[in-house]
């Protein structure tokens, strides 16, 4: 396993993830250079990160999980400090990497927590090999990202229009205010915008072209295993729509975490990491 040195924040803030002992290190798959990071001790928990972002995504919960747990945190495929010029960009080949690094790495059976994109990518793992799950937690996310309404398809042009003619940094800055526009969130504002204008923008166009095509929201009725689902009482889509899906897990609880909007492991941090232990450690101390 070849290790390399930690990428750290790159803004002063009280964000401790360079606290934790360097484990990072890559491996090779279908021709790209991925980067992931392990830490921790105990079972595994492989945590994937969101749309634009990283595993810097789980800095807020790093450090309270890994006294419970291993955790695997990957960079996807054209985010982070992976590979930026090898595609396709798409959550199938986002699940196709992490079982190539779950193989990598000897881990047969594990828990998986998944943010938004990595909701996605938690989805289409589970639904080919459920059996090597042991519990599931998905956070503002959904088996299918298709636009079926008008709300989506505006959502998937803005952004598309912003990239392209005004760069990164514009979709950075629309985005920081929808997701921490709160007073006292100025410090994870501007962490979020530096780090989301550092984005390749043809791998963000790319993703923004694969991603609505993408669902298996036909296929979760196989998801046995226990499933956790948090859905920020302001997320980007109606509370229903989680309520819809989770219907249809045979073994799925849905909790609403009030006040927050899309980024609730950031703008919620103790109710969110609580939430999540409370429903990994039911399985572990038993």
């Known amino acids: 396993m070849h290790s390399t040195q930690p990428k750290r924040p790159s803004l002063g803030t009280d964000l401790q993830w360079d606290r934790l002992e360097h484990g990072m290190a890559t491996f090779e798959h279908g021709g790209a250079e991925l980067h992931y990071r392990v830490v921790g001790q105990g079972p595994p928990l492989v945590m994937i990160h969101g749309f634009g972002s990283s595993q810097l ?6 450090e ?13 495929r054209g985010f982070g400090q ?15 990497d992490l079982r190539a690094l779950l193989q990598h790495l000897e881990i047969d059976r594990f828990s998986l927590l998944g943010y938004s994109l990595g909701g996605a990518v938690s989805f289409a793992f589970s ?7 042991e519990r599931l937690i998905l956070v503002n996310t959904w088996p299918s990202f298709r636009a079926t309404t008008a709300r989506k398809k505006w959502e998937i042009a803005l952004r598309k229009t912003l990239v392209r003619f005004s760069g990164m940094d514009k979709m950075a800055r629309v985005l920081g205010k929808r997701l921490f526009p709160e007073e006292g969130q100025e410090e994870l504002r501007a962490t979020f915008e530096e780090r989301y204008a550092q984005n390749d923008k043809s791998v963000y166009l790319a993703l923004l072209q694969t991603l609505p095509k993408w669902s298996v929201r036909d296929r979760i009725g196989g998801l046995t295993m226990p499933v956790l689902v948090l859905g920020a009482e302001h997320d980007y889509t109606p509370h229903s729509e989680k309520e819809d899906y989770v219907a249809d897990l045979p073994n799925a609880v849905l909790e609403m975490v009030e006040g927050s909007r899309h980024g609730t492991p950031f703008d919620r941090t103790e109710e969110f990491n609580a939430r999540v232990l409370q429903f990994l450690l039911e399985k572990t101390d038993a």
């Open 127 to 133: 639904v080919e090999q459920p059996e090597r799950i």
């Open 64 to 76: 309270a999980f890994r006294e419970h747990f291993t955790l695997v945190m990957p960079d996807l």
């Open 57 to 62: 995504d789980w800095e807020l919960q790093a």
């Open 82 to 96: 992976s590979s930026k010029d090898v595609a396709p960009f798409s959550v199938d080949q986002y699940a196709e």
